[in-house]
């Protein structure tokens, strides 16, 4: 069982940046960040393969945010710049606990608040 806890969150006004980390207490293959708003359905942001190689992201974030890991810290991270107010969520780090396999493990979750 890997667990998984975000950190990084906060509150920042539109226009300005943070940076959420997701560490891992084992190895996880491909990881990913998701996001909820209040009143909405979780949503996907990003994800990331294990080696790094490969990323992908929802189109909101597209040329904002930043997905990145390091497997020797067995953390990954978010950049998120030029934050708008619809970036407030929570969000979520997940990961795959095998390469097969669904999104097996959930962090707890942390907030972003986005003031205009």
């Known amino acids: 069982q890997v667990q998984l806890q975000e950190s990084g969150g906060g509150l920042v006004q539109a226009g300005g940046s943070l940076r959420l980390s997701c560490a891992a207490s084992?190895?996880?293959?491909?990881m990913g960040w998701f996001r909820q708003a209040p009143g909405k359905e979780r949503e996907f942001v990003a994800r990331i393969t294990w080696t790094g190689s490969t990323t992908s992201y929802a189109d909101p974030v597209k040329g904002r945010f930043t997905i990145s890991r390091d497997n020797a810290k067995n953390t990954m991270y978010l950049q998120m710049n030029n934050l708008k107010p619809e970036d407030t969520a929570v969000y979520y780090c997940a990961a795959q606990g095998s390469i097969s396999s669904g999104w097996d493990y959930w962090g707890q979750g942390t907030q972003v608040t986005v003031s205009s």
């Open positions: 084992g190895r996880t293959f491909r």
